[in-house]
Nanobody, 121 residues
């Protein structure tokens, strides 16, 4: 079993910053891609950013320059630094990871429980 636990969400004023963390634990042989998604009320879940095991990154076009994804492979942890936050960034943020639990099985995608980010004055 694999668990992803997010932390770092909360209430922040417009223009502020937050750093989200997501740690993977459990029966992990290797982790391929990791990513952050978000879902605002009444909207579909959307990709925020993704990062491969060798550090290649991909961002939603609208978020480039404000958000930065990074990972620590030794800690099985992915981070999302969010700057210049505005109310439109309010959402539940979820992390995901493609994890292989043994060498002989394919990668499966796992999700965290989500962390609320609220941008409001």
């Amino acid at each position: 079993q694999v668990q992803l636990v997010e932390s770092g969400g909360g209430l922040v004023q417009p223009g502020g910053s937050l750093r989200l963390s997501c740690a993977a634990s459990g029966s992990i042989f290797s982790i391929n891609g990791m990513g952050w998604y978000r879902q605002a009320p009444g909207k579909q879940r959307e990709l925020v950013a993704a990062i491969t095991s060798d550090g290649s990154t991909n961002y939603a076009n609208s978020l480039k320059g404000r958000f930065t994804i990074s990972r620590d492979n030794a800690k099985n942890t992915v981070y999302l630094q969010m700057n210049s936050l505005n109310p439109e960034d309010t959402a539940v943020y979820y992390c995901s990871a493609r994890v292989r639990t043994r060498l002989t099985v394919p990668y499966n995608e796992y999700w965290g429980q989500g962390t609320q980010v609220t941008v409001s004055s």
